[in-house]
């Protein structure tokens, strides 16, 4: 390991991750901080194959306070990061409707808005810095967890690895999925697709219809329209511009799936909107759109598997939709939380410290999951006769609850609470004699 960074003393737990995306690498570099030794599998064979993709991802407050006890990490985010501290929200038609500030969530933290692949750099080799054990080109076949000797582990390539817990983060179909609900589940359609684009700002900036985009260093805007609603941002001091937009999923595909996009065949969708948002989906260049299915699964009734040594984290225990702007965050949590109550159980009590980070997490991640749905529908069946009255009513649904929160805090003033109950839960369920 490397030795410049601040950690606890060896905890003697050994942990595997599954996963090196946002959820499995915040989960490793939080388990390196608590002392905990970690392996983590990947199965891509270059991790370019993730960080090159191009779209946005948004990480709030509660997400962020993570990277500022990553030293290095959340200022070479911030450099990266679009710099705007409001959202101006228009008609599809293009009138304005309003501008919703974001100034006073400074107080809470920072908001981190930028490139998804670019921000995943930044916290792999961060990682790599930390001498973490990352494992490239290792698709992970099975979990496995037994009583006696107490492991848990993986097959990887036929071959048995153990720990004392292990972590999958794998996504939407993660395997591990399966050991913790005792059957395949595969995710189900939203209804919903979403085309995602990302490019040099060049092509926007001598179009007089759209340079406004990228004339004044970073914006933020967004069109709303009978159901579909349209991002755009300029990022870099304007020097990027992205966009995204919903759709119906009219595909046909049951399974999850992701496609190149053309501009012709969005600007379908699109018809009856604003210049606005037809330029800059015509100034898109070949190769920088994508066309991508949103899946959902049901609320699981448990992110841990029945012996207590596997864990579920981020969309492998609860996908979140794009308008709930809180899945990455949440993501970051579960990591934060999960390294943190087995800090606090030591290695003699892996399984009611799994216990306890289900339950800080529960409750917390199904509200917030539910935001997704709601904004979406106070968007795309806005009721304009109300909302030209009252603006106010397509701002982006922003929480105090959900955005002033620190999860490591909260897991260290909880913890011990909470175990109470899960023992009290115990006692409850035991058979009577």
Known sequence: ????????????????????????????????????????????????????????????????????????????????????????????????????????????????????????????????????????????????????????????????????????????????????????????????????????ADRVRNNPVIKHLVENGDTHQGFIGPDIHFLASSIKNGSEVNWVFTHIDDGNIEESWQFPGKPEEALKYLEGWCDVVHELVKATPDGRLIDHKLVYRDPLPTFISPNRRIALIGDSAHPFLPTSIQGASQSIEDGVVLATCLELSGRQDIPRALTAYEKLRYARVHRAQANGPKMRERWHKANWNEVWKKPEMIHLIRETWLLNFDAEKDAYDRFWAVLKEVDRDEKQIKPRL
């Not at 002392?35 to 199965?43: A, D, I, M, Q, R």
């Not at 991790?47 to 959340?74: K, L, Q």
Request: proline fraction near 4%; aromatic fraction near 8%.
């Open 1 to 200: 390991m490397a030795n410049n960074f601040p950690r606890l003393p060896p905890s003697g737990i050994k942990v595997i991750v599954v996963g090196a995306g946002f959820a499995g690498l915040a989960a490793a570099i939080e388990c390196d901080r608590k002392g905990h030794s970690v392996t983590l599998f990947e199965k891509v064979d270059n991790i370019d194959e993730i960080t090159r993709i191009g779209d946005i991802i948004s990480f709030d407050p509660n997400g962020s306070v993570a990277f500022e006890r990553w030293p290095g990490v959340i200022d070479q985010m911030e450099a990266i990061a679009r710099q705007t501290k409001h959202i101006d929200l228009y008609h599809h038609q293009g009138k304005f409707v309003t501008r919703q500030d974001f100034s006073h969530e400074k107080a809470w933290g920072r908001r981190i808005n930028g490139h998804r692949g670019q921000l995943h750099n930044i916290i792999y080799r961060h990682a790599v810095d930390r001498g973490i054990d990352i494992r490239l080109g290792k698709r992970v076949e099975n979990y496995f967890e037994q009583d006696s000797p107490p492991q848990s582990g993986v097959v990887v390539n036929g071959e048995r690895i153990a720990a004392d817990v292990v972590i999958a983060a794998e996504g939407v179909r993660s395997r591990g999925r399966k050991i913790v609900l005792g059957f395949d589940e595969n995710p189900k359609s939203s209804g919903y697709a979403v085309y995602r684009a990302w490019f040099p």
